[in-house]
């Protein structure tokens, strides 16, 4: 049976983690490829790189990154920030990588996801998309978007790009189902509302875009506990889950969640 | 002339060489996206490994790895000049394996994106999961052995999880080539083997140590 995922992202700045708290036993909590090698020890399902500083300059010490990592893990690993073109594209699967994450350039050019998904199958070309919430009275205030009644009241979801500082006014769940069609193999999907907070994911985002696309769907931002993962998976109908904090702050490990979730009755990979 | 302490050193690490017998794996260079993975697993394996599509490293390897991501039509397009070397060597009984797309490569045709003839050597059609369950089907997902005596699975628990990565399977009427199946709405064929051909529709290189324990099973078969 198919199992749900866990997958920690590694943030990271001119090719170092971005510092967390709960490593005491690693010598080098910065170096990527080190981190990424101990969370396939404790059992990660698959790992993100993702490149916060994500600059021209910082390319090449990217790529030296995805080689290290590559060398040394021998699970999974999807690399994001700052992918512009099929070149990107390429070099970052060249060098080891298994999938790339799009976010702001298949917003600007949606034709990147479906060529380079024909290039290099849609396996690897994973659509990462950034939403907050707009909340309106009703339908009538927000004609043409998908309005959800949630628990804190009537909401649709805008996408941004340019890491969360520009909104689009474009409805994501309508934009989920055209990355789907364009020929991305997944999607993360992260809320701006949501991230840092550590209280949960937004659950019915996830639930609307789990039901009206066909491909997997990794929930992203939130995650203060495993139970907010459960929730993920289950309410939120979520395929993986992709968390940060939870391990580099609040010192969850990754088995500790899978044990969890094993026990609340999901499928997963112990 | 050659000073004789030269001739020492050069007459040692030969038959250090010959103890060891390193053997030669090449990777078939097809295909799209990412050979340095499959070749970073064979390395830690202490074989001498190489990423190639000429004919000549080929011929001399001791055994063949196809590996592949990405689209079937592109790769067998770009497999092109070297599909009788493959007939050859497999025909010589050389030891093959396919990996994911590889293993879609071997067979007679795929359904994905049209109607495209594939290798051949294995019969059957390569076609895609039913429209209820979501794709491509990707994750950790169990093996199901069939077959326990293929040399491919020895020593591997039941139920041991593998890395999958794909939208097509292999649809086959020999039941006898596989060798083990996995569970995504439907039974699919997750590893097959006839005579000197394996394939497994997931990846080894990517399936933590049960993918590596199911490598070095192969290089022990190339080894025999």
């Known amino acids: 049976m198919l199992t749900k995922r866990i997958i920690p992202c590694l943030d990271m700045k001119d090719g170092r983690v971005v510092k967390g708290v ?14 990424a090698s101990y969370y396939e020890e404790q059992g990660a399902d698959e790992i993100v790189l993702l490149d916060v500083s994500a600059s021209y300059e910082n390319r090449k010490t990217l790529l030296d990154v995805v080689r290290n990592t590559a060398d040394k893990v021998f699970i999974p690993f999807m690399v994001g920030g700052g992918i512009q073109s099929i070149e990107d594209v390429r070099e970052i699967l060249l060098n080891g990588a298994d999938k790339v994450a799009i976010n702001t350039a298949a917003v600007k050019e949606p034709e990147l996801i479906r060529t380079s998904s024909e290039i290099f199958g849609s396996q690897c070309i994973v659509s990462s ?11 009538d205030e927000a004609p043409g978007k998908i309005v959800l009644n949630t628990a804190i ?3 649709w979801w805008d996408v941004y790009i340019y890491g969360g500082k520009m909104s ?4 994501a769940v309508q934009w989920a189902e055209m990355v789907a069609a364009l020929g991305a193999g997944e999607i993360i999907a992260s809320s701006l509302d949501f991230d840092g907070v550590q209280q949960g994911y937004d659950l019915e985002f996830l639930k609307a875009v789990s039901t009206k696309t066909t491909v997997p769907l990794i929930a992203s931002s939130g995650a203060g506990n495993p139970k907010h993962m459960l929730d993920a998976l289950t309410i939120g109908k979520a395929d993986a889950v992709l968390a940060a904090s939870i391990f580099h702050y609040n010192c969850f490990t990754i088995r500790e969640i899978k044990e969890y979730l094993a026990q609340n009755g999901l499928s997963i990979r112990i | 002339m050659v000073p004789f302490y030269l001739l020492i050193t050069i007459h040692l690490s030969d038959s250090k060489l010959l103890m060891n017998v390193l053997i030669k794996i090449v990777i078939v ?11 970073n697993a064979l390395q830690t394996l202490q074989v001498d490994v190489f990423i190639s599509n000429q004919v000549k490293d080929l011929s001399n390897a001791d055994a063949v790895v196809l590996p592949g991501v990405g689209a079937f039509r592109e790769a067998i397009k770009n497999i092109g000049s070297l599909r009788s070397t493959i007939h ?3 025909e010589r009984g050389k030891p093959f394996l396919g990996i994911c797309l590889g293993l879609q490569l071997l067979f007679t045709e795929s359904k994905e994106g049209g109607i495209y003839s594939g290798l051949d050597v294995l019969q059957g059609q390569i076609v895609r999961f039913p429209r209820q369950v979501k794709v491509p089907h990707i994750g950790w997902n169990t093996l199901r052995i069939i077959d326990d005596n293929n040399p491919l699975v020895e020593g591997l628990q039941a139920e041991e999880y593998v890395y999958f990565l794909h939208s097509y399977y292999a649809k086959i009427k020999d039941r006898t080539m596989i060798v083990a199946l996995t569970e995504y709405d439907i039974n699919f064929p997750s590893i097959v083997a006839k005579k000197n051909i394996f ?3 997931f990846h080894p290189e990517k399936s933590g140590k049960t993918g590596l324990k199911i490598l070095q099973n192969f290089l022990r078969y190339v080894r025999k």
């Open chain 2, 29 to 39: 260079d097809c295909c799209l996206g990412n050979l340095r993975s499959v070749q």
């Open chain 2, 199 to 201: 394939a497994t529709q």
């Open chain 1, 168 to 171: 689009l006014n474009i409805d």
């Open chain 1, 153 to 155: 009241g009537n909401c």
């Open chain 1, 129 to 139: 998309i950034d939403v907050k919430r707009v909340y309106v009275k009703d339908q």
């Open chain 1, 22 to 35: 709960c490593f005491k036993n690693l010598q080098d909590t910065g170096d990527p490829a080190a981190l």
């Open chain 2, 88 to 90: 050859e060597d497999i």
